[in-house]
């Protein structure tokens, strides 16, 4: 059965400073047994060289081993590296991309809340227009009913006093007047959009 246990990531900062000490101190050992190669064929002292060649060929492998061991790090710490800005590339995006979502949603729902009082507010305004033109037109009528009370009591004035009926009896105009003064509500009256 496998383990469940999470394991601990390496520190790799330590891995590969371990890996460059290593790598100088063999590209130390090296370049001692290429000095002393270069000496002893200087020297002419054969056996002095091949045991620096010996040498050099021992450190060689080494070498090139920990050479790749280094880059091998410095791969893998990059590689973690973009791992990790791209993680934090993406979280940023869905975080960017949720914020806006949700100012979507709300500006949305603001948008739908004002055309709804916008209509419920014009619909109070018509609602508010038609009781103004009925009530224009409830005192036009009235000045009629009154025009035609004072005709009545004209022709009864002129019974009692036994006089000739006035023929033109003026028309009250105390609403037609302030009507006509106001573009407004004859506009109301006439039925026209403001």
Request: aromatic share 2%; proline share 3%; glycine share 2%.
């Amino acid at each position: 059965m496998a383990s469940t246990a999470t394991r601990t990531p390496p520190d790799l900062d330590a891995k590969l400073a371990d890996a460059r000490t290593e790598a100088e101190k063999i590209r130390g050992e090296l370049s001692s047994a290429e000095q002393d190669l270069a000496a002893a064929l200087e020297r002419e002292d054969f056996r002095a060289a091949d045991e620096a060649k010996a040498r050099v060929e021992a450190a060689r492998v080494p070498m090139a081993l920990a050479e790749a061991n280094v880059q091998a790090l410095q791969g893998a710490m990059a590689a973690l590296d973009a791992q990790r800005q791209q993680a934090q590339a993406a979280a940023q995006r869905q975080a960017r991309q949720e914020a806006a979502q949700r100012t979507l949603e709300a500006a949305t729902a603001t948008e739908r809340e004002a055309e709804e009082t916008a209509h419920r507010c014009m619909a109070e305004v018509t609602a508010g227009l038609e009781a103004i033109r009925a009530a224009l037109v409830t005192a036009k009528a009235a000045e009629q009913t009154a025009h035609g009370a004072r005709r009545e009591a004209s022709s009864a004035t002129a019974e009692l006093t036994d006089t000739a009926a006035v023929l033109h009896v003026p028309m009250p105009s105390w609403a037609s007047a302030r009507i006509e003064r106001s573009a407004v509500l004859c506009a109301i009256l006439r039925g026209r959009d403001l």
